[in-house]
């Protein structure tokens, strides 16, 4: 629907960009189907001119009732926090909001959003993101200066993780399944949820 309305304007993805304060890489990724945060999609429905609910019915497919999270983190500057996960973390910064003080950062399908609100709790976040190949993010990001704990292992709980934090304190998990996860939950101390 983006792409057919903004087509229908007469205007290019960098224009649509401009328009909107997002990156172009961000409307080339919403485009083609990724789905999109909604702070995106509010500078997006704001230079269309209509109203959000339209595009948040667009941005998705399928039969599924929950169609993901987005974690907000707290931080204690917006800027230096996208700063750290655009140089360190190799995602891609969505936007940045001043009032209020609030950015979106983005890599392949995950979304991250944080704010100043509540500053004071800075450090306290945790998200844990899903990746295909968690070795391979290690590895990644071993050879820059990120702040880890602990050490990359298969869990008992059926995934391999590693975890480190940035430059506020959150903690970000990255995982990946392993293939014996549903063995591991079963020999594990796992509550069975009732029939």
């Given at each position: 629907?983006?792409?057919?309305?903004?087509?229908?304007?007469?205007?290019?993805?960098?224009?649509?960009?401009?328009?909107?304060?997002?990156?172009?890489?961000?409307?080339?990724?919403i485009e083609r189907g990724h789905n999109a945060g909604l702070e995106s999609l509010k500078c997006i429905a704001a230079?269309?001119?209509?109203?959000?609910?339209?595009?948040?019915?667009?941005?998705?497919?399928?039969?599924?009732?929950?169609?993901?999270?987005?974690?907000?983190l707290p931080v204690r500057s917006v800027h230096e926090t996208a700063k750290f996960y655009a140089e360190k973390l190799a995602f891609e910064i969505e936007g940045i909001w001043k009032t209020p003080p609030y950015a979106v950062v983005a890599r392949d399908k995950t979304i991250i959003e944080f704010g100043e609100g509540r500053k004071n709790f800075a450090g306290t976040g945790v998200c844990v993101i899903f990746v295909s190949d968690v070795d391979s993010v290690h590895k990644e990001y071993s050879a820059k200066d990120?702040?880890?704990?602990?050490?990359?292992?298969?869990?008992?709980?059926?995934?391999?993780?590693?975890?480190?934090?940035?430059?506020?304190?959150?903690?970000?998990?990255?995982?990946?399944?392993l293939i014996n996860q549903k063995e591991l939950l079963k020999v594990g101390n796992m509550v069975k949820r009732k029939e």
């Amino acid at each position: 629907m983006i792409k057919n309305i903004r087509i229908s304007k007469g205007w290019s993805q960098e224009q649509l960009a401009q328009f909107s304060g997002l990156s172009v890489r961000t409307i080339q990724r919403i485009e083609r189907g990724h789905n999109a945060g909604l702070e995106s999609l509010k500078c997006i429905a704001a230079v269309f001119e209509m109203d959000i609910s339209n595009l948040q019915k667009d941005n998705f497919s399928g039969d599924e009732l929950f169609l993901g999270a987005n974690p907000i983190l707290p931080v204690r500057s917006v800027h230096e926090t996208a700063k750290f996960y655009a140089e360190k973390l190799a995602f891609e910064i969505e936007g940045i909001w001043k009032t209020p003080p609030y950015a979106v950062v983005a890599r392949d399908k995950t979304i991250i959003e944080f704010g100043e609100g509540r500053k004071n709790f800075a450090g306290t976040g945790v998200c844990v993101i899903f990746v295909s190949d968690v070795d391979s993010v290690h590895k990644e990001y071993s050879a820059k200066d990120i702040e880890f704990v602990g050490n990359i292992a298969d869990r008992d709980y059926g995934s391999r993780d590693f975890r480190i934090r940035d430059n506020n304190g959150n903690m970000l998990i990255f995982s990946s399944p392993l293939i014996n996860q549903k063995e591991l939950l079963k020999v594990g101390n796992m509550v069975k949820r009732k029939e």
